[in-house]
């Protein structure tokens, strides 16, 4: 007898906990979907939605650059080479290469976290698929350009403003070693 | 009469097989459906981190440690640091420390959120992975907001952590808090409490307390077993003693002490419990500094240490020998995934084949913290 009324409790168990799964299923049919139909069908493009921190894939600005190597020496897989010479006319440092290497890259933010301007920062590009190893190596010099020398006082220069503000911008979501002020987060 | 003669048949599962977590290998000796033993091979996933580190130095090797276990990385980073800040007598500013319980608790309830989705879907229910899977998802995008990544976060940095919260952080993740508790009932709904998820997993590799400690196993493999050990709790590091909560431990309500059920409802409990560290984390937090002062050419004094962390898989050890050069002489790394690869062996004499999947999974191994 107890075998049997155990064999029908085990049914209406299995039952019931069946109707209450498929219950949760159901009302998941109300709510709104978390997937989105990426790339074509986004209202806007994934890239304009990610936070300002995420770490896509390098950009530098050149305009910025103090050719100061610390990027290069902050990496720990090399993919930055860098070639700065002191130019013995001018006595000007003269950046003639700057290629990262964006296939061996990890993304780690090591790099960015060290550039004194904020140069060298992620985009919240990560779309980088390409038919040939070759062509993800970004070589950022064409022509060799002067390094950027930091002035005294705010920036000047009305072309380098906008870029050193962003530069700086982005310098300043890292935390700042004893630092006191967080960026913008009120004391809880 | 005699007796039907059998033969024992060996069979090769993995390395690249799709309900293996990752790239395991058994040897899987069996007597048809009946397994005589399952004898792990691991090693295709030793990608030389320990030796890296040796050549990168103590900064570069923080996106490493991401990659060894990529599923709570943010565990990895800390324990790093840890190590690092030991050797170095580096005191962490108290808000970096919350920074880091923070994110590590978030990434506790992603990892164990995957680790009961790919339980159910190993067992052949596929609809609990997308429920789980969307909720990872929410956390990912959290953490992609604070750290700038989804998985591989290097975080954490020598002395603290790389960033603060951001703008508004807070009251998002306590928004998320209060969305999750309620899928945690919902999703126990969905399958935890489902009868035939329940005998499939009752009585399933069963683990004796003794035999849990001679295996070495630890985290909620070993907390299933009734034994209550949380490195949390029992070594505290970080800001752990300053937050109430529960260790959660297998009692056998559902088959005997120790089978597979009562390492799912482990982690089930856990995260609930990540889940009160959270919220008492998150309004508890004071201001100030997230970052120590390091001297950028980090060289600690020459000396070893071992630091222990409770992962998402257990207690994860990091051994580290510096010879006072700007490189790690030795490091080492302990995890919990090794320890419980160990006694599948053990496990699987007289278990179905079938079962070796549901195995596997109830003892959350992930393929890269095995092999390094
Ligand atoms: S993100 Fe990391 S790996 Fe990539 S260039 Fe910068 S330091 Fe090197
Ligand atoms: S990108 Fe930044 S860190 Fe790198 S050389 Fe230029 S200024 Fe220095």
Redesign the pocket.
Known sequence: MSAVSEYVHNIKDTVSTIFEGMAVTASHFMRKPYTVQYPDRMPVRVQDTLPFRY?GI?DVDLEICTGCLA?ER???????VIVAEKDQQTRQLLLSQFD??IA?????????EVCPTGS?H?TTEFEGADYSLESLIRRFVQDPVMAYKAKKGPETDPRIAPILNRGMAYLDQWAQPGGEKPPGEEPA | MSTLRTEEMTLNMGPQHPSTHGVLRFVVRADGEVMREAIPDVGYLHRSIEKIAEKVGYRGFM?YTDRVDYVCAMFTNQGWGMACEKLAGIEVPKRGEYCRVIAAEFNRIASHLLSVGAMAMDIGAMTPFAHVIREREMINDLIEELCGARLTFNYMRIGGVAWDLPPGWREKALKYLDHFDPILEEYNALISWNKIYVERLANVGVITPAEAINYNLVGPNLRACGIKWDIRKDIPYSVYPEFEFEVPVGNGQWGKLGDSMDRYVVRIREMAESSKILRQALQKIPPGAVLAKVVRNFKPPAGECQIRVESGRGDMGWYLVSDGTGYPWRVHVRTGSFAAMGIIQKLSAGLMIADLVTLIASLDVIAPEIDR
């Open positions: 770490r390098l990027c902050a990496c720990p897989i090399d993919c930055i990262i290497d061996k890259c990890m993304y780690c933010g090591l790099c960015s060298i992620h | 996106p």
